[in-house]
């Protein structure tokens, strides 16, 4: 039983697909946070750029 606990700990297969899963989950998170402090921004660029057309179209 020993042989194979120590076996389990030392067994590095599959690592390899951990630590991108925990990069994928860190990046997702980092995404989340930029889009929920970024959004109010974001929105005022679109109805500034949806205004603008408007008033060319307007124009036209």
């Given at each position: 039983m020993t042989k194979f606990i120590k076996a389990f700990v030392r067994d590095e297969r599959g690592v390899s697909a951990m630590e991108y899963a925990i990069l994928a989950g860190i990046i997702a998170v980092a995404l989340g946070a930029m889009a929920a402090t970024f959004s109010t921004?974001?929105?005022?660029?679109?109805?500034g750029i949806n205004s603008?057309?408007?008033?060319?179209q307007n124009k036209a």
């Open positions: 921004s974001i929105q005022g660029w679109f109805t603008k057309v408007t008033a060319a």
